[in-house]
């Protein structure tokens, strides 16, 4: 698989560690947008599209975001205890959780990973300058 386009598009606002949105093209055929180019404590680096989890109302089964405290349909508290119901995409997945988002796509191998954030901080120099 070859990555054929890299677009980057820079943010500007409050959040100075969001640098800049990406859209990657592989194969002329595929599009990956919403790549994140960040800046942390160890220089910058990429991160892949995410979402916010969610998990169902135990009292009307509408589903909020992750630790929301009330429903935004009924009004009601949820309770912070690990009883309540979720929505995860797998059993594993929420197993497994560790924070309120979780990836849509992201790179199966190291090599890979390396790749693609190679191409996409290349391209980032380059508006850079």
């Given amino acids: 698989m070859e990555i054929t386009e890299v677009r980057i598009f820079p943010k500007e606002g409050k959040d100075k560690k969001l640098k800049a949105y990406a859209a990657v093209t592989f194969d002329n ?18 991160a892949m599209p995410s979402r916010k989890l969610r998990e169902a109302c ?32 797998t059993a594993a997945d929420d197993a497994l959780r560790q924070s309120d988002h979780r990836d849509i796509a992201h790179p199966i191998t190291p090599e890979f990973r390396d790749y693609l954030q190679d ?3 290349a391209a980032w120099d380059v508006v850079q300058r």
């Fill in 29 to 46: 055929a595929f599009v990956v947008r919403n790549i994140k180019i960040i800046e942390g404590s160890k220089g910058v680096f990429v």
């Fill in 58 to 89: 135990p009292g009307c089964g509408y589903t909020n975001t992750v630790k929301s405290r009330f429903c935004n349909e009924c009004g009601k508290m949820i309770h912070s205890n690990s009883a309540r119901t979720r929505i995860p995409e």
């Fill in 119 to 121: 191409k996409v901080l």
